[in-house]
């Protein structure tokens, strides 16, 4: 480890790479921007890369001959080798494929693989706190094939029961997708074990890194897993872009999830064949300024340090679940500070997570209320809504002081 990398965060002088962070949102107020899990903000490096391409080198990729669109072509390939080697893929481009988000990733993998791998009687087993992407996507790839789904259990503490995790995952399981952290709970699963577990069955392992890949560093070799995906937007990129890796052997006997240009090598009225891995699955124009930016935004956070920015946050966590501590009418959900990713979901007894987050914003702390896309956690939680604060590289703790003031402000309110 380098000892950059032991240095706390310069966070005003990251504050002023986000001049969205400065926009007055109503009456002179400052935003406090605690909805990172949802959408990141962007940092004017990452602007500046989308405004480039636009501005230098805008043109069709694919590799049309003139000099526009060989420079795009390079650029975004290049991008494809920048974000598998960010996420410790050795493999280069061919095995990371462009997405638009990490739904996209799930439902590629679901389709491709799981149609065509997937019987009655096989089993897909999943955690009760999987997003919505997953579990929905899982779900309706089971009902259509046949195959069972089966859920490992959370305890009381947030955390993936293990000792449940090892009864139900067994011969008939042919896939384990999980979440790597939980976007409601900010728990840290551990993925090598389940994926130690699952090759042991023979299954395959599909890791949703949405909340993970921004806030720490991440080695998909190390992790053991078969598929991984992620969300640009989620770690300081643009929106409408994403990547899956994959390993190249599965990736390149995956079918195609959709078809079109750009994904063939050769085509005749009654068959066609595939191009190579990335562009089989990266039908019709891609998203190309935005693959750019996002390995722009790779390098920022490297250029900071995902270490730095993980310890940076989870200084942030602790603080917060501190100070939400000090009130017995808070109650905070998931694994303890220490053991937690950089976000804290509770509920304030007596106000719906909605009017929360309505008080909340008039004092312009941006949080988000409700099920975050995890309706069957909230289920087994006790509670149909919860307010989520989500920290980022950018958060202070006055900012977590301010969302304890908003709190109170709720709470005299509603007294
Ligand atoms: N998985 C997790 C854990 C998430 O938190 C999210 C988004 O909040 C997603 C998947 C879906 O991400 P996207 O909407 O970018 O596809």
Redesign the pocket.
Known sequence: MSTQSEEPLDVERIRGEFPILERDVGDGQRVVYLDN??TSQTPDRVVDAMDDYYRETNSNVHRGIHHLSQEASLAYEEAHDRLAEFVGASGGREEMVFTK???EGLNLVAHGWGLRELDEGDEVVLTEME?H??LVTWQQIAKRTGADLKFIAVDDEGRLDMDHAQEIIGPDTEMVSV?HVS?TLGTVNPISDLADLAHEHGSYVFA?G??AVPHQSVDVEDLGVDFYAF?G??MCGPTGI?GLYGKSHLLDAMEPFMYGGGMVRKVEFEETTWADVPEKFEAGTPPIAEGIALAEAADYLDDIGRERIDRHERDLVEYAMNRLGEFDDIEVYGPPAGERAGLVSFNLEGVHAHDLASIMNDHAVAIRPGDH?TQPLHDVLGTAASARASFYLYNTKAEVDALVEAIDDARQLFA
């Open positions: 899990a949802a988000n990490t739904t997003h992407s997953s979440t976007n949703d949405a909340q969300s937007h989620k994403g896309c």
